[in-house]
């Protein structure tokens, strides 16, 4: 496809379950980000690939966020044991260098935990 | 630490009334400002950024450093532009990669 794939679009978890999402990036871009975003907030950066490496993961908000990339193209955020604070939409966005000045976003996934 | 401040959550307009969306932002460094918007059910897109001093559907925004302000505006708003949009500043990090810092978000409504 042409841009930023993700899924599951739409997410109900029950709290305590695992989820993942998963995140196709544009073919060839090396720089993937995770970002959070909360009803009536702007997205929060929560981690950031380039290539398979994981530079940074400042912004993942506990232990029980994990992501990874390890061949370099698709990306898996897991949220263990989820909370109802962890509802939010949960964007992909890719970037042909490591500048992430151009950067293209997915759709979401959107996490409900009940 | 860098921050991005939207203080608007909500501006209606009427169709071809200006329209000015604010944007102040805290960087320590050499800011690089941009513009996003979400229409709805479509996903975040670029609208415009600092750099490239163009305009983009009719919008500009110009960066006052001494304010440290990135305003966006339109002299004549169209209902096609009712969106979400946010205003983002990317820093660069040790590593030579960048992220972006978003503000909340200003709801435009363009009513006819």
């Known amino acids: 496809g042409a841009g930023v794939s993700q899924s599951p679009r739409y997410k109900v978890a029950k709290r305590g379950q695992d989820v993942a999402l998963r995140c196709d990036p544009i073919?060839?871009?090396?720089?993937l980000f995770w970002y959070q975003q909360a009803l009536g907030q702007g997205p929060e950066f929560l981690t950031y690939?380039?290539?398979?490496?994981?530079?940074?993961k400042s912004g993942l908000p506990s232990d029980r966020f994990f992501a990874e990339r390890p061949e370099g193209s698709v990306s898996t955020l897991k949220i263990q044991r989820t909370q109802q604070e962890d509802s939010a939409v949960y964007l992909c966005a890719s970037s042909l260098d490591r500048t992430g000045n151009t950067i293209y976003f997915g759709e979401g996934s959107w996490l409900t935990v009940v | 630490a860098q921050r991005v401040t939207q203080p608007e959550k909500l501006l209606s307009v009427f169709k071809g009334a200006p329209v000015e969306l604010k944007c102040n932002y805290s960087?320590?460094?050499?800011?690089?400002l941009f513009w996003y918007v979400q229409y709805s059910r479509q996903r975040l897109q670029l609208l415009l950024r600092h750099i490239s001093r163009e305009s983009i559907k009719g919008f500009t925004a110009d960066l006052n450093k001494g304010e440290t302000s990135f305003h966006l505006k339109k002299p004549f708003a169209q209902e096609e532009d009712s969106a979400m949009y946010y205003c983002?500043?990317?820093?660069?990090?040790?590593?030579?990669?960048?992220?972006?810092?978003f503000g909340k978000g200003t709801m435009l409504l363009v009513s006819p």
């Open positions: 983002a500043l990317s820093g660069y990090m040790n590593s030579g990669y960048s992220t972006l810092t």
């Open positions: 960087y320590s460094g050499s800011p690089e």
């Open positions: 690939f380039q290539n398979e490496a994981q530079l940074d």
């Open positions: 073919s060839g871009h090396v720089s």
